[in-house]
């Protein structure tokens, strides 16, 4: 089975459970200021999940552009992807337990042909962080009545089974997962679902989201009972097919075979399903409106997958531009799926192949290896003024050699000029984006016989975890709120934002639009289309026009129609090619007309006094606005 037809099967078969199937939502989520990226198809519907009304129905499925950067420092293995696309089917307090687990056996056995006898389910056993919840016995006797013998079933605890929140607080609960028996087992000692050891392939699994997370960590039961399922589109096609990776199915095919052709070293795999998977995510980033800035975090992650990807093109002899070779085989392979890939074609061969040119000339330039020069100087006179101000700077506070030495298990007894030069290549490669090898070969030039690759690796490799840790601490601030954050202050910046959109559209005409809004708690921030600065006085009228708006009080009203309709009646907003779907539309009196999912307040005068703080360029052609809310 295909891809193709497995994701059309998918769609077909809840459909004819009465699901509405609805479009993917973009890879940018939409107001949510938490997340960096769509990671899930629960994701764009947590407001949804929490109790407000979903314009199509409380039955929903769909196909999901997915990006989730954790694992990006796995791929390159058999199963792991950033960009991935996900089915999924939702209950809005609807259906429940039975159904959805009844449902997933049938869609598999039935549908997918496969073996029940192959088929194993971790449920949620218990867990100490997750006080007064225990064995889900109901799941369990579900899977018992379906034929499901008790040895194949196994209880774990939270980090297996329970899924949720996206960020710090929201929607989650207990979940069951479905494996695969493929029969190989590829490594590791310990063998049982939920274990690496490649014998059973992870393909769905069925979140049961009673619960809300709160911001001070407790578990409340939701206004409604929930269900989120998910299955993986190219793990699933992969068993589907009996192939041990999902670089060998038809999704990546040709741009593996591309690769190949290309390389003239020894083809090594794990850099070619790096390159694969890296710039099909780069094809669907782009696609979705992400620039490559540094500056910027999506657009630091978009850098990231073009820059590792052409590391690892040099390491199997891919010289010179080589980037849009793979993303062109890919706009092609999706085109009938996501026609935003070729409409965008251009874009997005120029934008990759403009970033591949721009590293290639920030690696090779006289300023990087003259950087380069002094920072391995500066190592070599000072070995641990070097190490420890490197590390000190990642940590944000004072990190001294002898606690990076035991933390990281650092064997060398005092600091070398290697391993100090393996902290510069660290900070080169996380800041510059300059592979190890460039830095480490111009080390070996400087210090002929003297460098010590061991040594500078050890260092190399704790300054890459404490990166690591630096920004995952930054994801964790950013997760607070999110989607789930129905505060009434961020409640107030979605209805400031329409206003200051329409605002915006009568100060500078109507080819102005949204192209991006980020709301938290402290700020308003809003993303347009516009080619000029603004003067101060134009920014002073949009700001009068808003506050005259919360002024009079208007009322604000929510319809559900369809696309069409909406389009029909006037409504503007980041809606494209939806054609068909109901969607909800919000009314600010006569003054605005906006699609969009929520929540907004009832009436102006609860926004308060709106005060722009900042405008300025974001890329060419577009423009942010930064602006506060005062009670
Ligand atoms: N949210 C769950 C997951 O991502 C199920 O869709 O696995």
Redesign the pocket.
């Known amino acids: 089975m295909t891809a193709k037809e497995l994701r059309k099967k998918y769609l077909e078969f809840f459909e004819k459970k009465g699901h509405a199937i609805i479009p993917s939502a973009s890879l940018i989520p939409e107001h949510d200021p938490t997340v960096l990226f769509t ?4 994701h764009p519907l947590v407001p949804h999940l929490l109790g407000e009304p979903h314009p199509a129905g409380r039955r929903l499925a769909n196909v999901q552009k997915s990006m989730r950067t954790d694992d990006i420092d796995d791929v390159g293995d058999p199963w792991h992807n950033t960009f991935f696309e ?1 089915l ?1 089917n939702w209950s809005l307090g609807d259906y429940w337990k039975k159904e959805a687990i009844e449902w997933s056996f049938e869609f598999l056995t039935q549908e997918l042909k496969l073996d029940p006898k192959r088929i194993y389910v971790t449920v949620f056993g218990s867990d100490p962080e997750i006080p007064g919840v225990g064995e889900d016995e109901e799941t369990i006797q579900i899977w018992k009545d379906l034929g499901i013998a008790e040895n194949r079933i196994f209880r774990l605890g939270k980090k297996d089974n329970w ?2 929140p996206v960020g710090q607080a929201g929607p989650c609960g207990p ?1 069951t997962e479905m494996f695969y028996d493929t029969g190989r087992v590829e490594h590791g000692e310990k063998c049982h679902p939920g274990e690496t050891c490649g014998k059973y392939a992870e393909i769905w ?3 049961f989201m009673e619960f809300n997370k709160t911001a001070d960590g407790t578990y409340v039961p939701l206004k409604q009972k929930n269900v ?3 299955m993986g589109i190219e793990r699933t096609t992969a068993v589907l097919q009996g192939k041990d990776n999902v670089y060998d199915t038809e999704l990546f095919q040709e741009a593996m075979k591309r690769i190949k052709n290309k390389a003239t070293e020894e083809f090594n795999l794990k850099d070619a399903r790096i390159i694969a998977d890296h710039l099909r995510a780069a094809t669907f980033l782009i696609a979705d409106g992400v620039e490559p800035i540094s500056a910027n975090d999506r657009g630091s992650v978009l850098v990231r997958l073009i820059t590792r990807s052409i590391t690892s093109a040099r390491k199997i002899g891919i010289e010179g531009s080589f980037a849009s070779w793979i993303t062109d085989s890919y706009i092609n392979f999706y085109k009938d799926e996501y026609p935003e890939l070729l409409k965008k074609k251009d874009l997005i061969n120029n934008k990759i192949s403009q970033e591949e040119k721009k590293y290639l000339s920030r690696v090779h330039s006289p300023v990087t290896k003259k950087l380069e020069q002094e920072e391995i100087s500066k190592a070599q006179a000072d070995p641990r003024g070097t190490i420890e101000s490197k590390a000190s700077n990642v940590s944000g506070s004072p990190v001294r050699w002898e606690d990076l030495k035991q933390q990281h298990e650092i064997t060398m007894s005092s600091p070398t000029p290697s391993a100090a030069i393996g902290t510069v290549s660290a900070d080169l490669k996380f800041t510059r984006g300059i592979p190890q090898e460039e830095t480490f070969g111009t080390a070996d030039a400087i210090l002929k016989g003297d460098f010590n690759k061991e040594e500078a690796e050890a260092t190399f490799n704790a300054m890459t975890a404490l990166h690591r840790q630096a920004s995952k601490q930054k994801e964790e601030k950013r997760f607070a709120g999110g989607l789930a954050d129905h505060t009434e202050v961020t409640i107030r910046g979605h209805t400031a934002t329409h206003l200051l959109h329409q605002a915006l559209r009568d100060e500078l005409g109507n080819q102005v639009y949204q192209t991006g809004s980020n709301i938290t708690p402290e700020r308003i921030r809003f993303d347009f289309s516009y080619g000029e600065k603004l003067t101060k006085e134009q920014i002073k009228r949009v700001e009068e026009v808003v506050n005259q708006k919360t002024k009079e009080d208007l009322p604000v009203k929510k319809e559900i129609m369809s696309v069409e309709e909406g389009k029909k009646a006037g409504a503007i907003g980041l809606f494209e090619e939806k054609y068909g779907e109901r969607v909800s539309v919000y009314s600010i009196d006569n003054y605005s007309k906006e699609f969009c999912g929520g929540p907004h307040v009832e009436h102006t005068a609860q926004v308060g006094k709106f005060k722009i703080i900042k405008e300025e360029a974001l890329g060419a052609g577009q423009r942010r606005i930064r602006a506060i809310l005062n009670n």
């Open positions: 990671t899930a198809g629960m996900m999924g899924w949720g979940d699994n069925d979140v989120d399922t998910g």
